[in-house]
């Protein structure tokens, strides 16, 4: 199959957020703004930060890398605080949306972590991915286990979801995202909600869940609607993963 961008896929995100800026042009276009670091004479955005050289080559004879990623787009881009549009009923069972899906679980299972949305790789369509297997719940320590009342569950992907909230109790508890790399910080989330869609084949879908996947599912749901957990956080407990490793 080919690279979405080209086709459907590519023609939604670009409709949404527009077309993807090199990081020079984002610098130029005021998409980007600079640390409070950034010296005077760099101008109110700071300094452009350019390619390496074998960078630059690699894209200039292959292109440029075209969604789905098989990266997860980081804090920043533009596609993240998009709200995602509807996969329309003619796409359905479709390569476009086939290779979408692929490249979700893909990438998913190679980061190790349960949930991965459209938009995190680039393509701000209402498309997610869940998946808690049994190897990542025994690397669990038993007593978070419990604490978290976690569950292994297998692989779901849902098209066009929904949410509703069976138990709106707040349970909070750190949180991290592929998309934020390298922190986590305290978010509530209710205690169990219902998702329901569409399987890539168009067949409902609806799962029931609580505990820590329930906090998986309010946590991808987000993405489609543009939102990320440091919108919900509380911004005290915000902690870089690695802060012990620079005081060594």
Known sequence: MGRLGAGWLLAQACRLVGPALPWEERVASGVTRACSSTPAGDGPEGPARPRSYWRSLRRLVQGAPKPPYTRVCQVGDPVLR?????????????PELQLLVQRL???MRRQRCVGLSAPQLGVPLQVLA?????????????RLRETRQMEPFPLRVFVNPSLRVLDSRLVTFSEGCE??????????????????GLDPRGEQMVWQASGWAARIIQHEMDHLQGC????????KTFTNIHWMAVND
Do not use: H
Request: aromatic content about 10%.
């Open 228 to 235: 990320l957990f440091i919108d919900k956080m509380d911004s």
């Open 179 to 196: 998309s934020v790399a390298g922190f986590l910080a305290c978010v509530p989330r209710f205690q169990a909600v219902q998702i329901s």
């Open 105 to 107: 679980v893909q990438v």
């Open 82 to 94: 998009a709200v995602s549009a509807p996969v329309e009923s003619a796409q359905l069972a479709g």
């Open 130 to 142: 869940l998946e808690f297997p049994e190897a990542l719940f025994r690397a669990c320590a038993p």
